[in-house]
T-cell receptor, first 115, second 113 residues
Framework: AQSVAQPEDQVNVAEGNPLTVKCTYS??????LFWYVQYPNRGLQFLLK??????LVKGSYGFEAEFNKSQTSFHLKKPSALVSDSALYFC?????????????FGTGTRLTVIP | GAGVSQTPSNKVTEKGKYVELRCDPI?????LYWYRQSLGQGPEFLIY????????DSGLPNDRFFAVRPEGSVSTLKIQRTERGDSAVYLC???????????FGEGSRLTVL
């Protein structure tokens, strides 16, 4: 069975500082990994994905994430946080084997960027 | 519009009533997903369609929940004999293929009194 763990419910960071939102996963075979962001009373917006290839993927709004197969992690990072980055962030995993196409989400991490 | 459209955006109903939630995916997307999100939780998978058929309905909580996608485009999530525990935001998403990201609608907020 596939699962995603986001160990931190809340992350606080000062504006201008680097930020990291952690994610680890468990899946049979190779994973497809995704990060989504959710602003209050809005739907989920896609940030970035890892399918194959380079372990460092870059996405929207200056975010990036690094796929680490040995640690089964896919942490979200940004070099310099903005107050507007404050939102709820979800990591998600999909198995690549046939028939397991649903995307499984973590419980989310609330990021607060302090001015 | 070009995005995933969900209607109604808000639905308040009484316990025991029947509810339908509609999703209009992005044109050309063959895969359509329904998720349910409770306050403070991540989206919980309900059902996934590839074309007209339900490829995976393992997330439907019980037989009161049913979804259809008769022409491979618009989908309707149907909930019979609603219970207060069904209150949540129901999210619909579509994707172009299996490796593609899901594009989500704004959700339908269901409140069962």
């Amino acid at each position: 069975a596939q699962s995603v763990a986001q160990p931190e419910d809340q992350v606080n960071v000062a504006e201008g500082n680097p930020l990291t939102v952690k994610c680890t996963y468990s899946v049979s075979g190779n994973p497809y990994l995704f990060w989504y962001v959710q602003y209050p009373n809005r739907g989920l917006q896609f940030l970035l994905k890892y399918i194959t290839g380079d372990n460092l993927v870059k996405g929207s709004y200056g975010f990036e994430a690094e796929f680490n197969k040995s640690q089964t992690s896919f942490h979200l990072k940004k070099p310099s946080a903005l107050v507007s980055d404050s939102a709820l962030y979800f990591c998600a995993v999909r198995a690549t084997r046939t028939g397991a196409n649903n995307l499984f989400f973590g419980t989310g991490t609330r990021l607060t960027v302090i001015p | 519009g070009a995005g995933v459209s969900q209607t109604p955006s808000n639905k308040v109903t009484e316990k025991g009533k029947y509810v339908e939630l509609r999703c209009d995916p992005i044109s050309g997307h063959t895969a359509l997903y329904w998720y349910r999100q409770s306050l403070g939780q991540g989206p919980e998978f309900l059902i996934y369609f590839q074309g007209t058929g339900a490829a995976d309905d393992s997330g439907l909580p019980n037989d009161r929940f049913f979804a259809v996608r008769p022409e491979g485009s618009v989908s309707t999530l149907k909930i019979q004999r609603t219970e207060r525990g069904d209150s949540a935001v129901y999210l619909c998403a579509s994707s172009y293929d299996l490796t593609g990201e899901l594009f989500f609608g704004e959700g339908s907020r269901l409140t069962v009194l």
